[in-house]
């Protein structure tokens, strides 16, 4: 990131919440709140006007809910990082939102200090989520079946994955897929935090388990 400003889109229908959450934004250094919407439709056509770097989405709204919301989000823009924020934690929610793309996913009760700390992960390239929503995934907890192993994970993330257990090393799996080693090293970073594991040894092992890098 540079000196410029994060710029953040808030879309949460609850009015109350939605201006807590702006008022706490407007007082972080170097934050600022480009846009608000009370549904995911709005959300994504100011989306679209404001170019945010990140999103902050609610995970229950009309019109568009917030795992559409995101993967509309990161299909139109993919250079924003959509945060979930929400009451509710439940295994294939969490699934679904870190597989539409999401790269944070907080609960509504997330302090201020954890709001900012993971507006700045996400706008730098990283990925974050809740210590609740962490202890479910780095025990395994999330939804998983045959047909789709890591649901957590993108399409991306998952192609990425599979290079990765193929033996593939940065340079060779931004070549193949037309992205920037900077990218690819984001890719593995949220990889590594929605799989819960800290090398790629056991990425690689995990992967080739799930049936990848054959």
């Known amino acids: 990131m540079s000196d410029a400003a994060i710029r953040v889109l808030v879309a949460d ?3 109350v919440v939605r201006g807590g959450l702006t008022a706490l934004l407007s007082t972080l250094e170097g934050v600022e709140v480009v846009a608000e919407a009370g549904d995911g439709a709005a959300a994504c056509r100011e989306a679209l006007v404001t170019r945010p770097d990140v999103a902050i989405v609610d995970l229950r709204m009309p019109v568009l809910d ?19 924020l929400t009451m509710f934690d439940e295994d294939e929610e969490i699934a679904d939102a870190l597989a ?8 509504k009760g997330a302090q201020p200090d954890e709001i900012d700390r993971a507006v700045r992960t996400v706008a730098a390239g990283g990925a974050v989520l809740s210590p609740e929503v962490a202890a479910r995934v780095l025990g395994g907890s999330l939804r998983r079946s045959a047909a789709d192993p890591f649901p957590q994970l993108t399409a991306r993330e998952r192609e990425v994955l599979d290079l990765i257990a193929r033996g593939a090393p940065n ?9 920037a080693a900077k990218t690819v090293g984001n890719h593995i970073s949220a ?21 990848l890098g054959r």
Request: overall charge positive; hydrophobic content about 50%.
């Open 171 to 179: 340079h060779a799996i931004g070549e193949r897929l037309g992205i």
């Open 191 to 211: 990889i590594f935090l929605k799989l819960g594991i800290a090398t790629r040894a056991e990425a690689i092992v995990m992967a080739r388990e799930g049936g």
């Open 66 to 84: 917030g795992v559409e919301t995101t993967r509309r989000l990161t299909a139109d823009l993919p250079g924003v990082a959509v945060i979930i």
């Open 100 to 107: 539409a793309g999401a790269r944070g996913y907080l609960l």
């Open 13 to 15: 229908d609850h009015p």
